[in-house]
């Protein structure tokens, strides 16, 4: 029911919406600003003289002939081989959330249909693992991976991504499969198939929109990793934040700074995509746990 | 569920837990009782004709012949928990027997490298997480007012720096807070003060990553939020109105305490999440100024050719400790629900 208070602009309101638009403004613009001047040479990007610079590219135009240049990208995807991390991190991105999410369905099954009290337990456990922060686990990897000659692999680190994911993936997937009623797998059990059979021809079918849901986050948990790709992987096998991070105690050289912000927005790019396909699953995603209670 | 089958199915799951998360808990622990082996010293006596000199030299090959044989160094029971870089009983007691007034101790206490790092967590959380939700709240109510064709694109922005890779997002705004960059520029013009640096000084570094963590968290709050804001009864709503009851006053009493259980999840949340607070302080290079546990157990691993495993593992345990502790009002929630349940 609009009454004619409702769709009235009042002083409420109006405050309400410019904090909106404070708002988008502050979340978005960083990203304009730095995808724009990843075109730049860095006397534009940044501009010890007139921060117009960056707008209108003077120095690059003046160091180029042209107001855009794809030299950062050159510098960063060619001369310093990052198509070399990129691979890398495709590899692992791509093994972490297909094993994780193979072991997580079928372990996020068993706990949502298994009323024992040690499932309860693993779940707590799982809870609390969760919460931790990934480099206390760090150090407790490195020397064992060390004395086995397993250290700076990248199978190691996809190994210790899906296992730092499970937590994650099968809190999620638990609360996915409760609403998915008993009595449709229990019907399959009575006509005669046994608890696998079920799981493979009555639940696959209909639990894809929860898997994809935790397919993303355990895709965002591999791609932001900083903390097991900077400590697990030697440098020929480094992902691409870790090299960013590497680029950046490099790249005091003049110039060089523009392959880290070229590299940056590379490394941005696939999340904006991933954003724009698939918003309506994040934020259902994200809010599962919170509205559910 | 047959026991059995629960087994076969949880399994893999399990078993990658197990190996990868409860026994790198049980080896960091481990670590954290022995301290790196000393180097092994040789002295030998070269005589001259003015007399004899005794030079004392690293024996590196029986120091290497160590280190292979027992790589965990020697066992060194709790005294890394109680160093001077961790707990620091010894200099903590000292401070405070030594000390002036409260805020002298409080300073000498801050200088520790352990309760420095603890301190600017502690900061940090307290502030980020309040401001996070009040203006999270405060902005789901405004996307809510919207027409419904801006909404969807409101929450793609919004999702941007929530998404992005920490180490990236605060790169970011770590160029443009730059002095050259142009938020930092225009601080100079603004201030008129060509020195002004946000990397210079302690107070403005805090003030930088406060403002990165409220960038990068307040889209989870808001999203949250305005989802239980899709829930809020209509009935209620309408009754409120129907006796009177203003705009405001519908806010505080109905939408408010209806978003409550949704205020302590995203509480929850939150307080895991800066509690773990680590990439932007590297993506700053704020070490200088800010550190977090985190943080300290990074700089001990990243120690170059030698990393410091027992004090890394001190770390770790403790910060592990910290985390139960800030995790145990919900596991106790989650128990009586369950218990509730299962009566």
Same mark, same amino acid.
């Given at each position: 029911m609009a009454t004619k208070a409702d769709t009235r602009l009042t002083v409420g309101k109006t405050i309400s919406y410019a904090l909106v638009a404070l708002w988008l403004i502050i979340?978005?613009?960083?990203?304009?600003?730095?995808?724009?001047?990843?075109?730049?040479?860095?006397?534009?990007?940044?501009?010890?003289?007139?921060?117009?610079?960056?707008?209108?590219?003077?120095?690059?135009?003046?160091?180029?002939?042209?107001?855009?240049?794809?030299?950062?990208?050159?510098?960063?995807?060619?001369?310093?081989?990052?198509?070399?991390?990129?691979?890398?991190?495709g590899v692992v991105v791509f093994s972490v959330v297909v094993i994780?999410?193979?072991?997580?369905?079928?372990?996020?099954?068993?706990?949502?249909?298994?009323?024992?009290?040690?499932?309860?337990?693993?779940?707590?456990?799982a809870l609390v693992f969760r919460a931790m922060p990934h480099i206390t686990l760090v150090s407790g990897y490195m020397l064992p991976f060390f004395e086995w000659n397993i250290w700076g692999l990248l199978p190691t680190t996809i190994i210790v991504l899906v296992a730092i994911n499970q937590p994650f993936t099968l809190w999620m997937l638990h609360s996915?499969?409760?609403?998915?009623?008993?009595?449709?797998?229990?019907?399959?059990?009575?006509?005669?198939?046994?608890?696998?059979?079920a799981f493979r021809?009555?639940?696959?079918?209909?639990?894809?929109?929860?898997?994809?849901?935790?397919?993303?986050?355990?895709?965002?948990?591999?791609?932001?990793?900083?903390?097991?790709?900077?400590?697990?992987l030697s440098d020929e096998n480094e992902t691409i934040i870790p090299a960013i991070n590497s680029f950046m105690g490099t790249t005091q050289v003049e110039g060089k700074i523009m392959y880290a912000v070229a590299a940056v927005v590379s490394a941005t790019a696939p999340l904006f995509v991933l954003i724009l396909f698939f918003q309506r699953q994040i934020v259902s995603g994200l809010t599962a746990g919170a509205v559910k209670g | 569920?047959?026991?059995?089958?629960?087994?076969?199915?949880?399994?893999?799951?399990?078993?990658?837990?197990?190996?990868?998360?409860?026994?790198?808990?049980?080896?960091?622990?481990?670590?954290?009782?022995?301290?790196?082996?000393?180097?092994?010293?040789?002295?030998?006596?070269?005589?001259?004709?003015?007399?004899?000199?005794?030079?004392?030299?690293?024996?590196?090959?029986?120091?290497?012949?160590?280190?292979?044989?027992?790589?965990?160094?020697?066992?060194n029971g709790l005294a890394t928990y109680f160093n001077r870089s961790h707990l620091a009983s010894v200099e903590v007691a000292e401070a405070w027997r030594t000390r002036q007034s409260f805020g002298s101790f409080f300073s000498e206490i801050t200088n520790l490298p352990f309760y420095r790092a603890l301190f600017f967590t502690a900061t940090y959380t307290a502030i980020v997480t309040p401001l996070v939700i009040v203006l999270g709240l405060a902005i789901a109510v405004g996307v809510n007012n919207l027409h419904r064709l801006l909404k969807g694109p409101s929450i793609f922005v919004s999702l941007l720096p929530f998404l992005v890779t920490p180490l990236v997002g605060s790169l970011i705004?770590?160029?443009?807070?730059?002095?050259?960059?142009?938020?930092?520029?225009?601080?100079?013009?603004?201030?008129?003060d060509p020195s002004l640096?946000?990397?210079?000084?302690? @107070?403005?570094?805090?003030?930088?990553?406060?403002?990165? &963590? +409220?960038?990068?968290? !307040?889209?989870?709050?808001? $999203?949250?939020?305005?989802?239980?804001?899709?829930?809020?009864?209509?009935?209620?709503?309408?009754?409120?109105?129907?006796?009177?009851?203003?705009?405001w006053q519908r806010m505080m009493y109905v939408v408010v305490p209806h978003l409550i259980p949704l205020v302590s999840f995203v509480t929850l949340m939150l307080l895991m999440d800066n509690f773990r607070v680590f990439e932007p302080i590297v993506s700053f290079s704020a070490e200088a100024h800010a550190t977090s546990l985190s943080w300290i157990i990074y700089n001990d691993l990243r120690e170059s050719g030698?990393?410091?495993?027992?004090? @890394?593992?001190?770390?770790?345990?403790?910060?592990?400790? &910290? +985390?139960?502790?800030? !995790?145990?009002?919900?596991? $106790?929630?989650?128990?009586?629900?369950?218990?509730?349940?299962?009566?």
């Open positions: 979340a978005a613009f960083p990203f304009f600003w730095t995808f724009w001047g990843s075109f730049k040479v860095q006397a534009d990007f940044l501009s010890k003289a007139d921060w117009m610079n960056a707008l209108t590219g003077a120095n690059t135009i003046e160091q180029t002939g042209s107001a855009f240049t794809g030299a950062g990208y050159h510098g960063a995807w060619v001369l310093e081989g990052f198509w070399q991390n990129a691979l890398n991190t994780s999410l193979t072991i997580g369905t079928l372990g996020g099954y068993a706990l949502a249909r298994s009323g024992f009290r040690y499932a309860f337990w693993i779940l707590m456990a996915f499969f409760l609403n998915i009623p008993k009595d449709l797998d229990e019907s399959a059990m009575v006509d005669g198939c046994t608890r696998f059979q021809h009555v639940i696959v079918p209909v639990m894809w929109p929860g898997v994809i849901t935790t397919g993303l986050f355990s895709f965002l948990l591999a791609y932001n990793d900083f903390t097991v790709t900077a400590m697990l | 569920m047959k026991h059995r089958t629960f087994f076969w199915f949880i399994l893999p799951t399990l078993s990658a837990m197990i190996l990868f998360i409860f026994l790198p808990i049980i080896s960091v622990f481990i670590q954290s009782l022995h301290i790196g082996h000393e180097q092994v010293l040789v002295v030998s006596e070269s005589c001259g004709p003015f007399g004899c000199n005794e030079t004392v030299a690293v024996d590196l090959e029986a120091t290497e012949k160590l280190r292979q044989e027992a790589p965990l160094g020697q066992f705004l770590f160029w443009m807070v730059d002095t050259d960059g142009i938020l930092g520029a225009s601080l100079q013009t603004l201030f008129d640096s946000l990397k210079a000084s302690t @107070a403005l570094t805090w003030t930088m990553l406060i403002v990165y &963590g +409220v960038w990068h968290t !307040l889209p989870f709050s808001f $999203i949250t939020f305005y989802a239980g804001l899709q829930t809020v009864p209509t009935d209620t709503l309408e009754a409120a109105q129907v006796d009177g009851a203003t705009k030698n990393p410091l495993y027992g004090s @890394a593992g001190a770390t770790s345990i403790m910060t592990i400790i &910290g +985390v139960c502790i800030l !995790l145990m009002p919900v596991l $106790i929630r989650i128990w009586r629900d369950f218990n509730r349940k299962a009566h």
